[in-house]
């Protein structure tokens, strides 16, 4: 792995026409073409893009890149906050920010899709693929939300969205013994009938 970019770098290089190669000085042999000058370093290495699966990201890019902003970027635009004038509704007023959570809701859909890619899935043949397709699913009603523009749909929404993400934490997320969290997160999932993780 370590020597891929020299290996693709080397690839490139021998696959270069002619005339990309700098010419040769004149009167030199035409025939005798100039030695290549060797390729720059790469700074970011090239991925192998054609690895089986494709898969290139790991889950914690995938949550970091895609799946959090996409998500945030939906709550900011659903629910009620409270601030100091009391219950503020979060709801899309206009048109942009309607759109805003149309596009966020698209990447989930297919963020959930992502996260089942083989390569990428924990655990193929257990609950990961039934908490990533809870976020596609989700996802898509967040969409319908947002084309029919519609404020209590948006909110539930929000909340199936949430659901996904706590239900696929508890379970694939290790937690500390003693963190400070444990006996909340434990009880909540007993409530939402999720089995805490081993
Ligand atoms: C199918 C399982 C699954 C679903 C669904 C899921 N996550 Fe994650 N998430 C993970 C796993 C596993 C990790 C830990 C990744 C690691 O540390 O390698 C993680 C980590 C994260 C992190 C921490 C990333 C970091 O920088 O360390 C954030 C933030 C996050 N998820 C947000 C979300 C949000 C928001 C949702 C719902 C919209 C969600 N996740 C849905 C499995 C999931």
């Known amino acids: 792995m370590r020597h891929l970019p020299i290996v693709i770098a080397a690839a490139i290089a021998c696959a270069l026409p002619a005339f990309a190669q ?34 290139l990201l790991g889950t914690k890019d995938i ?53 089942q890619m083989e390569g990428r899935a924990r655990d193929p043949n257990g609950p990961w693929m039934k908490y990533s397709i809870q976020l596609t699913n989700a996802g898509l009603a967040a969409m319908a939300a947002a084309q029919a523009k519609n404020h209590d749909k948006t909110f539930d929404a929000g909340s199936a969205i949430y659901d996904s993400c706590f239900a696929c934490h508890g379970k694939y997320i290790q937690r500390p013994k003693d963190s400070l969290y444990k006996h909340d997160i434990d009880k909540d999932l007993k409530d939402a009938g999720v089995k805490p993780p081993k």
Do not use: C, Y
Not at 31 to 47: C, G, L, R, T, V
Not at 72 to 84: I, K, L, M, Y
Not at 95 to 103: F, M, P, T, V
């Open 22 to 55: 700098s010419p040769a000085p004149p009167g030199s042999d035409p025939a005798i073409p100039p030695a290549p000058k060797p390729a720059p370093a790469m700074a970011n290495p090239i991925p192998p893009i054609l690895a089986p699966g494709r898969v």
């Open 63 to 115: 949550m970091r890149h895609i799946v959090n902003p996409a998500a945030e970027a939906f709550w900011a635009r659903s629910g009620e906050v409270d601030d100091e004038k009391g219950a503020h509704d979060r709801t899309s007023k206009d048109d942009e920010n309607w759109k805003i959570s149309l596009d966020s809701a698209a990447q989930l859909v297919e963020a959930g899709n992502l996260l």
